[in-house]
């Protein structure tokens, strides 16, 4: 049969590999840097407060300790076309760093949005506010002249905002989370301001586009100046092992549609549609992110949250929606109209299920909307 021949041809193969990895030495992997991911986010609603997740991979250099002071990297650092990472590290060492923080030129318009840096005529940082106002944002102004550009955008970018992109030492930055700082959750607003007072801790200039996810206005609306299919520089995501997402008799333009999503009858344009979404027929979704959900619902279990008067996860029939974030989980009933009619700019009904941030509808993670509620 077809089996055994492929199974005859790829065993000796896979047998050949796997006795060779066991006998053969395997080279030394050089420990040059580790990379610290932030907290799987766990909240009961998208606008929480960010967990603390300074602590969370304090663990891992405990258990393995690397017998010289070695560069980390910690933070995302928004939404950014990937910095130079070699060029970062080069920097650290060429000025022999404790601490690295990347950094933007800003504008006065949006600089109070960000985290602040002042940096002396050797690029080291001597002060770091977060998010300053009023005459404290006017005392963080620097001549960003001094920085390579130009005398126009000097004027135009009088601020340096933190991307949020740090690298440490491994021994400085276990000294800072288990001795100086141990109460500390936040590096940008506890630990960077305090640690720039007695430790070399320098800036580098990433001058490219970068645009702030924690800014729901700007990271809903900006169109990403990358290329994420560019076959250099390839963007990879979780292996989730779901099904083809299965579309029926739907309209879909300018979207990308996840895993696992069943979709019928609908309209979706310019929105993306999350893994395992779930949107029935005449429901029209617009100018919209569903981030998707965690689980399936069978269909037994969708027939008797029906008979109860409860929605099922997903979107029900001949619901209307534009210009709105939806977080995972979220059910959302039929007949439902998302449009913010009023243009009402901030609103907190957490309640019944949502939010309005800078004119964004904002669904909160497992919230229910009701059949034929007007949001």
Partial sequence: SLFSLSFSKHLPLSLSLSLSSLFLPRPPTPAITRTL????????????PPPDVTHLRLFRFRQSPTPTPTPTKRGGGGASQLPNLLLLFQRHIDTNADIIVSYVPMDDSHASDYGLLKIDNKGRIIQSAEKPKGPYLKAMQVDTALLGLSVQDAVKFPYIASMGVYVFRNDVLLKL??????????????????????????????????????????????????EFYDPKTPFFTSRRFLPPTKVDKCRIVNAIVSHGCFLRECSVENSIVGNRSQLKSSVELKDTMMMGADCYQSEYEIASLLVEGKVPIGVGKNTKIRNCIIDKNAKIGRDVIIANSDGAQEADRPNEGFYIRSGITVIQKNATIRDETVV
């Fill in 37 to 48: 991911p932030l907290k799987k986010p766990n909240p009961d609603r998208l606008l929480s």
């Fill in 177 to 226: 989370l288990k001795s100086i700082y141990p109460s500390c959750n936040d590096f940008g607003s506890e630990i960077i301001p305090s640690a720039v007072k007695d430790h070399n801790v320098q800036a580098y200039l990433f001058n490219d586009y970068w645009e702030d996810i924690g800014n729901r206005a700007v990271s809903f609306m900006q169109q990403p100046k990358f």
